[in-house]
T-cell receptor, first 111, second 114 residues
Framework: DAKTTQPPSMDCAEGRAANLPCNHS???????VYWYRQIHSQGPQYIIH???NNETNEMASLIITEDRKSSTLILPHATLRDTAVYYC????????????FGQGTELSVKP | DTGVSQDPRHKITKRGQNVTFRCDPI?????LYWYRQTLGQGPEFLTY????????KSRLLSDRFSAERPKGSFSTLEIQRTEQGDSAMYLC????????????FGAGTRLSVL
């Protein structure tokens, strides 16, 4: 079973920041938080990952709480092309590496 | 880097027929994964290879399913005696052997069993 909990759906206005929450209260010390997204009719796409520090790349920012029990993915200026299902996944570093997907959050960016 | 490619993109078959899907991973990636995704659900892990060795299989992978990666490059997933419940998107992903679990997915093969 997935070890994360996400809201099933969210809306965001185009140009505004999209903040997608994820609860992972049972995360262990050596597990990373990964975010992937899946645009309709495409395969999932890696976005970002982190352990305990906040991370930023060209796609998004990841904010992990100090106790590591939750995180937020931030898309700073959402566009219509960011409409997708966003998956939050926890996984140990350097393991075999099957990804365990939950239901994800369906983000709709509206004009 | 041409990404992960899967062939065919769509397959329609009749119940009881055999089907085979192909996945070509990113060339330097030694790990290859197969997932299955049904409508409204997240992808579910089926099996994975490190080079040519099949290291893990899910309970979802019944005896009718077989996967190979004979030379550690491309992989095939065969389903024998297809059933309507096999209708799904079959996704392939690959990654390299560093510690980060960044998997690159293909666009998938959508199977419809009539």
């Amino acid at each position: 079973d997935a070890k994360t909990t996400q809201p099933p759906s969210m809306d965001c206005a185009e140009g505004r920041a999209a903040n997608l929450p994820c609860n992972h209260s049972t995360i262990s010390g050596n597990e990373y938080v990964y975010w992937y997204r899946q645009i309709h009719s495409q395969g999932p796409q890696y976005i970002i990952h982190g352990l305990k520090n906040n991370e930023t790349n060209e796609m998004a920012s990841l904010i992990i709480t100090e106790d590591r029990k939750s995180s937020t993915l931030i898309l700073p200026h959402a566009t219509l092309r960011d409409t997708a299902v966003y998956y939050c996944i926890v996984d140990k570093y350097n393991q075999g590496g099957k990804l365990i997907f939950g239901q994800g959050t369906e983000l709709s960016v509206k004009p | 880097d041409t990404g992960v490619s899967q062939d065919p993109r769509h397959k329609i078959t009749k119940r009881g027929q055999n089907v085979t899907f192909r996945c070509d991973p990113i060339s330097e990636h030694n790990r290859l994964y197969w997932y299955r995704q049904t409508l409204g659900q997240g992808p579910e892990f089926l099996t994975y290879f490190q080079n040519e060795a099949q290291l893990e299989k899910s309970r979802l992978l019944s005896d009718r399913f077989s996967a190979e990666r004979p030379k550690g490059s491309f992989s095939t997933l065969e389903i024998q005696r297809t059933e309507q419940g096999d209708s799904a998107m079959y996704l392939c992903a690959s990654r390299d052997s560093d510690g980060k679990n960044i998997q690159y997915f293909g666009a998938g093969t959508r199977l419809s069993v009539l």
